[in-house]
């Protein structure tokens, strides 16, 4: 597991911060530094059931008040901390046909070797045009 090989790297993280779904999550009382895992989505049932139950192993941060409230009792929700996006600088489009040039997915692309987080979905960008 690559957390596992993080922490045991010098010099030592003081946190590991997660935004990759269950994994990190599950594992974090198996490793000392401390893990603070950002919320991505609604509370599904099957999402709900997993944060009951491994709820007390890390610290999760939340990206609305909203989907803090929905939160099982069991999960820490430490924080609300929301995505710095000004919404009216990407107006809603009702009606057409193809998708905005401003429509996006963030997410991981991959390109023979090289790994980066970046607008996966925009027609213009990839790899070479991914936010570092």
């Not at 030592?12 to 893990?35: E, K, N, Y």
């Not at 040039?101 to 213009?124: E, H, N």
Request: glycine content about 6%.
């Amino acid at each position: 597991m690559r957390a596992l090989e993080l922490e045991q790297s010098d010099p030592p993280f003081d946190v590991l911060h997660d935004h990759c779904g269950f994994t990190a999550f599950a594992f974090a009382d198996r490793i000392s530094t401390p893990v603070v895992h950002t919320l991505h989505g609604p509370f599904r049932p099957d999402m709900s059931a997993f944060y009951a139950r491994h709820g007390h192993k890390a610290v999760a941060v939340a990206l609305s008040r909203y989907q803090a409230e929905q939160a099982p009792a069991e999960l820490e929700v430490a924080a609300v901390i929301g995505n710095p996006i000004v919404v009216d600088d990407f107006p809603f489009r009702h009606g057409t046909a193809r998708r905005s040039a401003t429509s996006a997915r963030w997410g991981r692309t991959s390109s023979s070797s090289t790994r980066a987080l970046g607008r996966s979905s925009c027609p213009f960008a990839g790899p070479s045009r991914s936010v570092s």
